[in-house]
């Protein structure tokens, strides 16, 4: 047992298990479990001044956070402590008193779901696991196929047929085994967890293994002590299956609890207009209902999220803002972000940004908020969309009077 790790916690029946390596769902009724820690040990170890003092830059900087008994043995890639950039021109643009972008898609496979791969390596290993298998609409698995590599695991990975080509690129030169699903997500994600079950293999999969949240939560660490632990207003992000949203509030409450920092953000849940089940639930006060995956945001267009209930709890419990946005305004999204910031996200990762302008369009957020909006995924994900978004380069022969005449309508 680690010493700061109290055990796995049912969030349904709240009975307490031992933090086990290889532990998933409650064993009694199934409910998804949180991983608890005991703050007193944590805030004994570390505080701002020995934080400052590290010189190591990743998402192992904050080791008295996660459920580790240490970084392993096996090579790893280098995950977390990604930009942080204040946006001005943008939070202009906007009339947002002050706007800061998280860049997530700058991490080893592009997408912020390597913080929880980099976690489901670690785990895999304390496991003894031999083989790491999940599904994906396609972040979680190139996350997981790289990591895995790096580390020497061999994987087993599910994707839904609709997943983006370069995502499913990237599956195939990490060598993974890929099965492409002719289904949706959720079907994807029954037969994968199917598999897991007949074959043993180690379950990446976060909704249903706990201690992957715990590492989507270091980017919340990251946040806090970027912004020298003063924190914003609000923070924003895409929302999908719940697992991310729900990590980004636990690692705040992680640092509330240790004093790191003296107050907590509001945050703002992002979903598409087709595809907003937990968005819906909160606007509504009644409980989630499936939806259709019917977004361009092929990263959060999950119609059945397994992690509803954390997802819900964290809007909740921050006193959060929903906003579902157009696949349109997560277009005009991603040519704002790239011109006035220079970050190039895919759909789901300016989702968030997308939510941002239509709060503050709504009156959600008032516009002398400071807010965080955290960039998920890299472009290049999703090439096809970002032309959508751009438009086509201008095109001419190689003659100086055809590039005179484009010259004038330009």
């Not at 079907?187 to 949240?213: C, D, H, K, V």
């Not at 729900?246 to 509330?256: I, N």
């Not at 999204?333 to 910031?341: D, E, K, N, Q």
């Not at 998920?376 to 022969?397: F, H, Q, S």
């Amino acid at each position: 047992m680690m010493e700061h790790v109290r055990c796995a916690k049912c969030i349904s029946c709240g009975r307490e298990w031992e933090a086990k390596p290889d532990i998933t769902t409650c064993p009694d009724c199934g409910g998804l479990l949180d991983i608890q820690y005991d703050y007193d040990t944590i805030a004994r170890a570390v505080n701002r001044e020995t934080m400052a003092r590290r010189p190591e830059r990743s998402m192992w900087r904050y080791l008295e956070y996660l459920p580790v008994r240490g970084m392993g043995s096996r090579p790893r890639l280098r995950v977390g402590w990604s930009p942080f950039y204040e946006a001005e021109r943008l939070a202009k643009v906007l009339g947002l008193r002050k706007l800061y972008i998280k860049d997530d898609g700058i991490n080893p496979t592009a997408s912020l779901k390597d913080r929880a791969s980099a976690m489901a390596v670690v785990k895999a290993e304390e496991a003894g696991a031999e083989i790491i298998a999940c599904s994906s609409t396609g972040n979680a698995a190139s996350s997981l196929a790289g990591n895995a590599a790096a580390a020497g695991f061999p994987t087993y990975i599910f994707v839904p047929s609709r997943a983006p080509k370069g995502k499913v690129s990237q599956l195939m030169i990490f060598g993974a085994h890929v099965i492409s699903v002719q289904g949706s997500y959720e079907e994807t994600f029954r037969l994968s967890q199917e598999a897991i079950e007949r074959y043993g293999w180690y379950n990446r999969n976060a909704a249903i293994n706990p201690y992957l949240m715990e590492g989507k939560k270091t980017v919340a660490l990251e946040i806090a002590e970027q912004l020298d632990w003063q924190m914003t207003d609000y923070v924003a992000l895409s929302v999908g299956d719940g697992c991310t949203i729900a990590g980004v509030w636990k690692g705040f409450c992680d640092l509330y609890a240790t004093g790191m920092i003296d107050r907590l953000p509001r945050l703002i849940s992002v979903q598409a207009e087709g595809c907003c089940p937990l968005n819906r639930a909160i606007a509504t006060g009644e409980p989630w209902q499936p939806m259709e995956e019917n977004t361009l945001a092929d990263s959060i267009a999950v119609g059945v999220p397994r992690n509803a209930d954390k997802a819900l709890r964290a809007i909740r419990d921050s006193h959060g803002v929903v906003v579902n946005v157009s696949d349109e305004e997560i277009l005009a999204a991603a040519r704002l972000l790239g011109r006035t910031a220079g970050v190039f996200g895919e759909p789901a990762g300016v989702a968030g940004t997308a939510g941002v302008k239509k709060a503050l369009e709504l009156g959600l957020i008032p516009p002398d908020a400071s807010v965080v909006s955290i960039v998920t995924g890299n472009g290049l994900k999703d090439t096809p969309n970002a032309i959508r978004a751009a438009g086509e380069p201008v095109t001419i022969r190689p003659d100086l009077d055809e590039l005179l005449a484009v010259m004038e309508r330009l």
